[in-house]
């Protein structure tokens, strides 16, 4: 998610669309391979089948599924925005927001171990919305790149701070269907990102399309707001401790 949009604006600049998904073809098969080499203890079933979502992870898939939206805005439309701004390498933006996600997410994993979940997710949902604004309104490359930079930050800090509160919120033998509640929440958020603020983009134009797109940012905000203070009875990291 971080590199391939790099990797994918350059390669498709430099050799082409046709080559640029003739390779991405490739390492889809080197993906299947590596996954049938995969070994792994059988895992035994604890207790009845439950349902296929699972209800305590919503809020964080609710959560994933506005910032998602956001990403996707950023994946689909991002390199047409940059040309249309006059910048020749769009992918500079990916790439400063690769590092910026790789960096920070060691940071944000230690920071909610020791801290809890608010000092990792208002500061990152925070960053998200605040790189979103930049964005819309930059007029000079510089600005792109601080974008991109905030961006990274937020994402990388938020994304696996969901993760590991959705599985922390449930019993062991749940933790795969918290997962799969969260991950569906991320994917219908890229999704629908692409396709809505395609359409608002149609009307306004990139730049504006940003600026209302930090309206994602701003509801994750208030929802993880407004699940902290529905979990009274947490512990010190935040996070139910009577999972559900």
Same mark, same amino acid.
Do not use: C, K
């Given at each position: 998610?971080?590199? *391939? /949009?790099?990797? &994918?604006?350059?390669?498709?600049? +430099?050799?082409?669309?046709?080559?640029?998904?003739?390779?991405? &073809? %490739?390492?889809?098969? %080197?993906?299947? $391979?590596?996954? !049938?080499?995969? #070994?792994?203890?059988?895992? +035994?079933?604890? =207790?009845?089948?439950?349902?296929?979502?699972?209800?305590?992870?919503?809020p964080f898939a609710a959560i994933s599924f506005c910032c998602t939206t956001i990403y996707g805005g950023i994946v689909a439309f991002m390199t047409l925005y940059?040309?249309?701004? *006059?910048?020749?390498? /769009?992918?500079?933006?990916?790439?400063?927001?690769?590092?910026?996600?790789?960096? $920070? #997410?060691?940071?944000?994993?230690?920071? !909610?171990? #020791?801290?809890?979940?608010?000092?990792?997710? $208002?500061? *990152?949902? %925070?960053?998200?919305?605040?790189?979103?604004?930049?964005?819309?309104?930059?007029?000079? /490359?510089?600005?792109?790149?601080?974008?991109?930079?905030?961006? =990274? %930050?937020g994402f990388g800090a938020t994304q696996p701070t969901l993760q590991a509160m959705a599985i922390t919120v449930v019993d062991p033998q749940r933790r795969g269907t918290a997962t799969a509640t969260l991950t569906l929440g991320a994917d219908f958020g890229i999704g629908t990102g692409a396709m809505l603020l395609g359409l608002i983009a149609q009307t306004v134009g990139y730049a504006t399309m940003y600026l209302y797109s930090t309206a994602g940012g701003i509801i994750a905000l208030i929802l993880y707001i407004w699940y902290e203070y529905h979990t009274a009875g947490s512990d010190e990291s935040g996070v139910r401790v009577d999972s559900q």
């Open positions: 998610m971080t590199i *391939g /949009p790099a990797a &994918g604006v350059f390669i498709g600049v +430099q050799w082409g669309f046709p080559i640029l998904f003739n390779l991405a &073809g %490739l390492w889809a098969l %080197l993906g299947l $391979v590596l996954a !049938y080499s995969i #070994r792994y203890r059988p895992v +035994q079933a604890a =207790g009845p089948r439950g349902s296929l979502i699972e209800p305590a992870a919503l940059a040309l249309e701004r *006059g910048i020749s390498n /769009p992918g500079v933006y990916f790439s400063v927001f690769a590092v910026a996600v790789i960096v $920070v #997410r060691p940071i944000a994993g230690m920071l !909610y171990d #020791r801290l809890g979940l608010r000092v990792v997710m $208002v500061p *990152g949902l %925070l960053l998200v919305t605040l790189s979103m604004l930049i964005l819309g309104l930059s007029h000079h /490359p510089a600005l792109f790149l601080v974008s991109g930079i905030f961006m =990274g %930050l």
